[in-house]
């Protein structure tokens, strides 16, 4: 609706232009009605208004004065005049003070409508034209944004070798001669990467970057998106009494935010103090080697004072062997608590960040593929070992690895659930008794004669279902447990035959060293 103010100091015609024009029909609206021009001039002062209709001739301040008024200080505010009559002159002045229409008294009922329509015509069209410009100024300056932020992501990564080039632009952005440290932050949407809503996964870094300019709003600042999990804070040391402990302050501050309002979580490293933007590589590098040994569930931020760890990387075979058979037999709690203890040797080893996703997309993939051999229909297993490729290699922290690889894990362990329940109530029934009865004397004719079957064909149809034969599985589930049982300091390997329903130690040998790839001796040694 457009909003007209009406000015005259007749009531009796203020009245009559009130009550006799339709203006809902011209979409307007009467706001405020004044007896005379300083009235007016006073609700001009505080109130917007599209259009003025004001008599020409009023005591104290006349219409051509409050249009002059308008002209001043309201250019977007058109005014119409009214008259008792027509006079040449009135209207030169009325023209000379920026007067849209000029209507006479006695002719407002037909006249004014039309002057109002071609008004409204002529605002409609400037705010247009205004749009247009704003919308033309937005763009160029996001477009100004996204080469400054190419500029930096370029810098960043040595990928600019002018140095006049370079020079050029910090000067340019007025950049040249500042001190500034680094800040990395990557982000981890915490839900499964399999399930639906992880397709929008990033549709709320926005809102991270918000929080972002909050807490930073007082400081000199630039975020650069450098990829699509990774960002980057180029935070510039104008104030003197900036320290280290404060950014710290400030980025626990980001943390709380992002951990109370979003599904994600965020790991941030800090380089070193540095001179001359046009190092940023040196300081984007230092920042990120910090973030790569991140790794803690409440430690979110790490100093660049990562010093490489010199001791040889513990030998860990033992705990992903311990994973794998965890994502097929254990629960979410004990994978868990599994993966905390790999990561820990990571973080405590001198492996790369590069190695250990390699180690864990080795781990993974194979333990998909172990799921080939079964009829599996509902899980597309290729399209899925590329998620887990995709997802372990966009991360830059041991903890962003870690939390990819806990809902890795406890999605095998469904895959192998569901596996499990999908199969005929006879094998289901004889893996059941397997884990009950494994410490003792059995085998594939026990078995069969507990579930009331023909052997053979129990063979048949187990070695169907789950591309082992029924003794295989018997034998590797008693190894399982028989490598849980020698890591206690006082078992003796023949007594752990024994527990495991294996009272032959020659043939208890021959069986671990077949599914382990090591005697029972070695295993108990590492």
């Given at each position: 609706m457009f909003k007209i103010l009406i000015v005259d100091d007749?009531?009796?015609?203020?009245?009559?232009?009130?009550?006799?024009?339709?203006?809902?029909?011209?979409?307007?609206?009467?706001?405020?009605?004044?007896?005379?021009?300083?009235?007016a001039v006073e609700y001009l002062k505080n109130n917007e208004v599209d259009i003025v209709i004001c008599d020409i001739k009023m005591p104290g301040m006349n219409g051509l004065e409050v249009a002059e008024y308008v002209k001043l200080n309201m250019p977007k505010t058109k005014v119409i005049l009214l008259t008792a009559y027509s006079?040449?002159?009135?209207?030169?002045?009325?023209i000379?003070?920026?007067?849209?229409?000029?209507?006479?008294?006695?002719?407002?009922?037909d006249e004014l409508p039309s002057a109002i329509e071609k008004v409204k015509k002529v605002i409609i069209e400037q705010r247009e034209k205004e749009n247009n410009v704003e919308v033309l100024r937005m763009i160029l300056n996001e477009k100004q944004q996204d080469l400054k932020y190419k500029f930096f992501t370029e810098l960043a990564e040595d990928m600019l070798t002018d140095k006049e080039e370079i020079k050029e632009k910090l000067q340019e952005y007025k950049l040249h001669n500042k001190s500034y440290c680094v800040i990395n932050y990557e982000t981890t949407l915490l839900t499964s990467f399999f399930s639906s809503e992880y397709n929008h996964e990033y549709r709320d870094i926005k809102v991270i970057n918000n929080f972002i300019n909050m807490v930073f709003k007082d400081y000199e600042y630039n975020i650069v998106k450098m990829?699509?999990?990774?960002?980057?804070?180029i935070l510039y040391w104008n104030d003197t009494n900036l320290q280290v402990s404060k950014v710290e302050m400030l980025l626990k501050d980001v943390n709380n935010m992002v951990n109370q309002f979003t599904n994600y979580s965020i790991k941030f490293s800090i380089s070193d103090k540095h001179e001359g933007v046009e190092n940023l590589s040196k300081a984007y590098k230092e920042a990120l080697l910090a973030l790569s040994k991140v790794y803690s569930s409440n430690a979110k931020f790490y100093l660049n004072?990562?010093?490489?760890q010199d001791d040889i990387f513990t030998n860990n075979s033992e705990s992903v062997e311990d994973l794998k058979s965890l994502m097929n037999y254990g629960s979410l709690e004990e994978i868990e608590k599994?993966?905390?203890?790999?990561f820990k040797s990571f973080s405590n080893s001198s492996l790369s960040l590069e190695q250990v996703k390699t180690k864990m997309i080795l781990l993974f993939s194979a333990s998909l593929a172990a799921f080939e051999n079964y009829n599996i229909v509902q899980h597309n297993l290729k399209e899925q070992e590329t998620i887990i490729y995709q997802k372990i290699n966009e991360s830059k922290s041991l903890q962003s690895i870690f939390e990819v690889s806990l809902f890795i894990a406890e999605h095998i362990l469904d895959i192998s659930k569901n596996n499990e329940s999908s199969k005929s109530l006879i094998?289901?029934?004889?893996?059941?008794?397997?884990?009950?009865?494994?410490?003792?004397?059995?085998?594939?004719?026990?078995?069969?004669?507990?579930?009331?079957v023909n052997n053979s064909y129990l063979s048949r149809l187990y070695k169907k279902e789950t591309?082992?034969?029924?003794?295989?599985?018997?034998?590797?589930?008693?190894?399982?447990?028989?490598?849980?049982?020698?890591?206690?300091?006082?078992?003796k390997i023949f007594e752990v035959g024994i527990e495991v329903g294996i009272e032959d130690p020659a043939y208890f040998t021959h069986v671990f060293t077949k599914y382990c790839g090591c005697s029972p001796k070695e295993y108990k040694s590492k």
């Open positions: 007749e009531r009796h015609i203020r009245n009559g232009i009130i009550s006799i024009i339709d203006w809902n029909s011209m979409e307007c609206e009467v706001i405020k009605d004044c007896a005379n021009g300083l009235e006079d040449f002159n009135n209207a030169q002045l009325a000379k003070h920026n007067v849209s229409e000029y209507v006479v008294k006695t002719e407002f009922i990829h699509r999990n990774l960002g980057m804070i004072t990562y010093k490489k599994s993966l905390v203890n790999i094998v289901r029934e004889a893996n059941k008794y397997i884990r009950e009865n494994y410490n003792k004397n059995i085998s594939l004719n026990t078995i069969a004669g507990y579930l009331h591309g082992d034969t029924l003794v295989e599985a018997l034998n590797r589930y008693r190894i399982e447990i028989a490598k849980k049982l020698l890591k206690r300091p006082s078992s």
